[in-house]
């Protein structure tokens, strides 16, 4: 995983989930796997009170959860987690929207989900390469699952990471699952499971007779809000960027500044004679002052 997603998924954790590191917290990471011994999230969540899970397609580090279908997570049970997120993934989902319907899914009523992916960048395939995502896509992503916008963002900005991921430009959202009734309820896990069976090329006599046999919904009151249900939206990753500028200018100034320096050390230590020959050799120099 590249810097500058790091960068921003640890601001989420810092900005949106401080206040509750000694509340319960079961978090989920879509994608999870850490390819070639990668950096990856789980020390981000190492907090006593909270639960880190890795959700990925195939077995490997950093993975808790093998699901066996990438779009029907049968292994992890509906409203479990208060938090799922996911970095540098959606880009190879072919139907990702399948997959935001799934975080809809297992998330907490009150739960909030991070999704961090490039807008920009070459093609990497792994094993394939698919979507570029902007925040007017994100923010219809989010309005499609019927979820509440908190932030969405993409990085247009050089932020000069050292690891020169800021062409991949990435952009980022956190939405928030709604405190659902017993109607809207029905209608989500209705709207998911026809996704799922409408990717199943199934002919619409099939498609009745499983939503007459299979959906069967559970009275809301048996499900727990997640303790996140009041947050608030805010400003985590543009205040990353001003931070990061901010650093960035306060580098230049510094390089400026002792640059400046250098003609005058020059002379007070070697002279004004043997100043004239260094700058002599080296004109420039001597403009730095």
């Not at 954790?13 to 079961?26: G, I």
């Not at 879509?30 to 990668?38: C, L, N």
């Not at 297992?106 to 920009?120: H, N, T, V």
């Not at 992503?141 to 900005?157: A, N, P, S, T």
Request: proline share 4%; aromatic share 14%; net charge negative.
């Amino acid at each position: 995983m590249h810097q500058s997603a790091f960068d921003k998924m640890r601001v989420f954790v810092e900005k949106y989930l401080f206040q509750y590191e000694n509340e319960p917290l079961s978090i989920l990471d879509i994608g999870s796997q850490s390819i070639e011994s990668q950096v990856n999230h789980r020390f981000l969540f190492d907090k006593p009170k909270w639960i880190y899970k890795g959700l990925d397609i195939e077995a490997g580090e950093n993975v808790d959860i093998v699901v066996k279908d990438p779009y029907d997570w049968v292994e992890v049970e509906t409203n479990s987690f208060d938090v799922v997120i996911s970095n540098q993934a959606f880009e190879h989902i072919s139907y990702f929207w399948i997959t935001a319907l799934e975080i809809g899914r297992i998330l907490k009523d009150g739960g909030i989900a991070c999704i961090i992916a490039p807008s920009s960048g070459i093609e990497h395939r792994f094993p394939i390469d698919t979507f570029r995502y902007y925040p007017d896509g994100f923010s219809a992503l989010c309005d499609y699952i019927g979820f509440k916008k908190l932030e969405v963002y993409r990085q247009d900005v050089d932020l000069q990471y050292p690891d020169g991921s800021d062409p991949l430009k990435d952009s980022c959202i956190v939405m928030q699952k709604p405190l659902l009734n017993n109607d809207e309820r029905e209608n989500f896990m209705l709207k998911n499971k026809l996704h799922k069976l409408l990717l199943k090329n199934l002919n619409i006599n099939d498609i009745k007779n499983l939503i007459k046999t299979e959906f069967e919904f559970e009275n809301s009151s048996i499900y727990e809000n997640s303790c996140l249900y009041q947050e608030m939206p805010k400003n985590a990753f543009k205040d990353l960027e001003v931070e990061r500028l901010s650093k960035i200018s306060n580098f230049f100034v510094r390089k400026r500044t002792i640059k400046a320096c250098i003609p005058i050390l020059i002379n007070n230590i070697f002279g004004k004679k043997v100043a004239k020959y260094i700058f002599k050799i080296y004109p420039k120099m001597e403009l730095w002052s």
